[in-house]
């Protein structure tokens, strides 16, 4: 697997301290289930962010604070341990999706299917998978906020070049593009999508009100 597309900085960043909403922080994690470059990279936001903590002078801590905590971290391993037991098909995951619950795939066009990831803890993200059989050509495109996509398997084309397994693709509402499914494989992607998706073109704008993405 040769990976050439990587989440910025900033995202890696945010991500190490937290400041992702779950959905998009959960596209970012699969992509690191997959990619060692980037999991170094989010390995080394850590160590400057320890290393910064260790600098501050310590403050005392209120009377309990430890034993709620504690009480928190219990009930997060109690979800996560409901969301495991959900079923899945025999298709392949990154572990991260393993925690979640997946919808049946829709169809949704010609050659391209949708599942939606359900059990997140917050919905300001929508988060799904896009399946898409080899040689589709998505319909031309743009959005009204963020897209961020992480593709593990098979691969696609657009302006910005190839995305194939393990590939991060960022995009927001300054990005138009027009994906094209290899040849070889269907293209498999977990996305997570803040506002709309606008198809572009008069086929775009009959096709709009028929598929609700």
């Known amino acids: ?12 960043a945010a991500f190490t301290a937290g400041n992702l909403d779950e959905g ?5 994690a699969t992509h690191l289930a997959l990619c060692p470059q980037s999991r170094a990279r989010v390995n080394a936001f850590a160590h400057a962010g320890g290393e910064f903590l260790n ?19 219990d009930d997060s391993i109690v979800s996560i341990g409901a969301k495991a037991t959900q079923n899945h098909d025999k298709i392949h995951l990154p572990e991260p999706l393993n925690s ?19 059990g997140l803890s917050d919905q300001e993200s929508r988060v ?15 959005h009204t906020g ?3 996509t992480c593709v593990f398997q098979g691969a696609f084309t657009h ?26 494989e269907a293209c498999i992607c977990l996305v ?5 998706i606008l198809f572009q073109g008069w086929f775009g704008r009959l096709l709009q009100p028929f598929v609700r993405i």
Do not use: C, N
């Open 100 to 118: 979640y619950h997946l919808g049946a795939w829709q169809r949704i066009g010609g050659g391209v299917r949708l599942r939606t990831v359900s």
């Open 24 to 28: 998009r922080s959960l596209v970012v």
């Open 192 to 196: 997570a999508l803040q506002g709309q």
């Open 1 to 12: 697997m040769t990976i050439t597309h990587f989440p910025s900085d900033a995202t890696l």
């Open 128 to 142: 799904f998978m896009l399946y898409a059989e080899p040689g589709t050509r998505l319909p031309h495109h743009r």
């Open 55 to 73: 600098r501050i002078e310590p403050t005392p801590m209120r009377s309990g604070a430890v034993q709620k905590a504690l009480a928190r971290l």
């Open 146 to 148: 963020k897209e961020w």
């Open 159 to 184: 302006a910005h070049g190839r995305f194939g397994a393990g590939d991060f693709d960022e995009a927001d509402e300054t990005v138009e593009h027009h994906p094209t499914v290899g040849s070889d």
